[in-house]
């Protein structure tokens, strides 16, 4: 199993990333996909989920409305728009799958995880 994240970068304020997951050893038809984000100093932090069954999307409340997560099973890969960034949402963003086709609240359900991809959002 391995999930592989990419998309990061530097954006200045108010602007937008786009990132990806690309996952092998398992099929996104069948298993959730989530977004968790680590800034400096602080405790990983759930940012999105989205099912495997109907596409029923989860999201924190500090990125409602400006994240939108997505996935394509054909490709086997996740993804997080990321419109209207602000420098709060500086982070290394992690995918990972909890092994299950719905989404958990807490972080250890999640059984794999990727490396994570560096998002820096200047002022």
């Known amino acids: 199993v391995q999930l592989v994240e990419s998309g990061g970068g530097l954006v200045q304020a108010g602007g937008s990333l786009r990132l990806s997951c690309n996952v092998s050893?398992?099929?996104?038809?069948?298993?959730?996909i989530g977004w968790f984000r680590q800034a400096p100093g602080k405790e990983r932090e759930g940012v999105s989920c989205?099912?495997?069954?109907?596409?029923?999307?989860y999201y924190f409340d500090s990125v409602k409305g400006r994240f939108t997560i997505s996935r394509d099973s054909a490709k086997n890969t996740a993804y997080l728009q990321m419109d209207n960034l602000r420098p709060e949402d500086t982070a290394v963003y992690h995918c990972a799958t909890p092994g299950t086709w719905y989404c958990h609240r807490i972080l250890t359900t999640y059984t794999y995880w990727g490396r994570g991809t560096q998002v820096t959002v200047s002022s």
């Open positions: 050893g398992f099929s996104l038809t069948y298993y959730a």
């Open positions: 989205i099912t495997s069954s109907d596409d029923a999307s």
